[in-house]
């Protein structure tokens, strides 16, 4: 299983992105997805998750302002960023959790810089 964010930029503070994770395998519908994001210095923490069934929940320091979704016909899991902040400034990664058996994978980050 691989999988591969990007979209990631330099963006003004107040400004949009758009991420993207694409997931390799034939059965990513089955899995939970999640964003989460490391700032230099700093802890990674997590961004938002979204079930194998569509369910979704953010943390609170993006709630209103970001959305996860998902296309399981694309095996792929987006992330709409807007309102955008300096202190969002950070490498985002994407994760697919463990289930069962199946090990969880994490994604390569790609970087979200604001200025402001």
């Known amino acids: 299983v691989q999988l591969q964010a990007f979209g990631g930029g330099l963006v003004q503070a107040g400004g949009s992105l758009r991420l993207s994770c694409a997931a390799s395998g034939s059965t990513f519908s089955r899995y939970a997805m999640g964003w989460y994001r490391q700032a230099p210095g700093r802890p990674r923490e997590w961004v938002a998750s979204i079930t194998s069934g569509g369910a979704t929940n953010h943390a609170d320091s993006v709630e209103g302002r970001f959305t996860i979704s998902r296309d399981n016909a694309k095996n792929a899991v987006y992330l709409e960023m807007n309102s955008l902040k300096p202190e969002d400034t950070a490498v985002y990664s994407c994760?697919?959790?463990?289930?069962?058996?199946?090990?969880?994978?994490w994604g390569q980050g790609t970087l979200v810089t604001v200025s402001s």
């Open positions: 994760r697919r959790f463990a289930l069962g058996k199946d090990r969880e994978y």
